[in-house]
């Protein structure tokens, strides 16, 4: 199965990243696979050249600790693929204006800077390009990227009515649980690695004392009664979800199982240190070997760059570029 999908090096990894879209990464592990460290993103985002450098080699390190294997798929830089940079400029010549102005994760991230970059406008055109460079059938992502999702399939569908049947159109996958983790100190917004402050998000390098004492402060209601239910308890519920999620369960089975909140962030606290310790500790082995994370993005790279080459071209051709 061709499965395509991209994380920004825009910080640590959260619980949502990982519940939302890494473990579902670890899950669709093929040789079909394609899972990119979109560089190229996160200069929308306000960020030094060393910070870029050194959260894309964490992030790295932080897939491969959760259990991403490069003997089984392939990881890769977008910036070292030319190609997504290429394909971008022939699909903003696709998308329109109208579309890109309805992107709710635009209205939001412009609306809180000013003189935001124009890259972060144009943003979800080189997600498509991501994409549809790879025909990738699936892409598993959180809740957020849905209409990302969605724009990409538009384009690529225009594309193939416009200039001939050149793009699969792909569909986004997200898990049954925790596909919106929420942020734990404010439970209507999600959790997110630039705007949840220190408490309102479980980060995969906290230890064992920083989680227990996250869970326990997340908020919640008064009534003291264990109920799935987004509405009138979403804190509670957000909890249940992060549970449900790794315990495979629904979070109704989880709720049945409690009387008390106190004894379900105990439980979950404990469940989430035995979920995360091992990756942490396999995080730092990682980073101490800054030779093998470029020996392995370059290896990524030239397995990525050989499909998007030949999707690249059929695109430029189908367009009427000469090559
Ligand atoms: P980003 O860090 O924005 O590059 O996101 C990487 C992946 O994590 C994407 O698939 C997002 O949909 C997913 N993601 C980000 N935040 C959350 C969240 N709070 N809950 C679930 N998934 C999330
Ligand atoms: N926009 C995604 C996010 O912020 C990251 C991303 C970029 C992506 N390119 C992608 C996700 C391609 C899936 C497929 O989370």
Redesign the pocket.
């Given at each position: 199965m061709r499965v395509l999908?991209?994380?920004?090096?825009?910080?640590t990894?959260?619980?949502?990243?990982?519940?939302?879209?890494?473990k579902?990464w670890v899950r669709a592990q093929n040789p079909e696979a394609y899972y990119c460290i979109?560089d190229l993103?996160?200069l929308t985002l306000d960020i030094s050249p060393t910070q870029l450098q050194e959260q894309t080699l964490s992030l790295l390190a932080e897939l491969l600790a959760s259990g991403l294997d490069v003997e089984e798929c392939t990881i890769f830089l977008q910036s070292q693929v030319s190609y997504h940079a290429q394909l971008s400029w022939l699909l903003e010549c696709v998308a329109t204006y109208g579309e890109l102005t309805r992107m709710t994760q635009f209205k939001e991230k412009g609306s809180r800077q000013e003189g935001f970059r124009a890259g972060l406008f144009t943003y979800p055109v080189l997600m498509a390009s991501d994409i549809l460079l790879y025909d990738a059938q699936e892409v598993?992502?959180?809740?957020?990227?849905r209409q990302h999702l969605e724009l990409t399939r538009n384009i690529a569908e225009r594309f193939n009515n416009r200039y001939g049947e050149t793009f699969k159109v792909p569909r986004g996958v997200q898990?049954p649980s925790?596909?919106?983790?929420?942020?734990l100190q404010e439970p209507t917004n999600?959790?997110?690695?630039s705007v949840?402050s220190d408490l309102g998000?479980v980060l995969l390098t906290d230890s064992p004392k920083d989680i227990e004492k996250k869970i326990k402060k997340a908020v919640t209601d008064n009534d003291n009664d264990v109920h799935y239910d987004w509405e009138t308890k979403p804190g509670l519920s957000n909890l249940l979800e992060i549970y449900s999620s790794i315990s495979s369960e629904t979070p109704q089975q989880v709720a049945q199982r409690y009387e008390r909140y106190g004894d379900l962030k105990n439980d979950l606290a404990q469940v989430l240190i035995a979920e995360i310790e091992p990756i942490t500790k396999r995080y730092f082995e990682y980073l101490n070997d800054p030779a093998e994370l470029s020996r392995i993005l370059h290896q990524g790279a030239q397995k990525a760059s050989a499909v998007a080459k030949g999707t690249y071209e059929r695109a430029a051709k189908a367009m009427g570029l000469l090559g």
């Open positions: 999908s991209g994380i920004q090096p825009s910080g990894m959260h619980l949502g990243n990982y519940l939302g879209a890494i579902q979109v993103h996160a598993p992502v959180g809740d957020d990227q898990p925790a596909a919106r983790v929420m942020d999600k959790m997110s690695k949840s998000k």
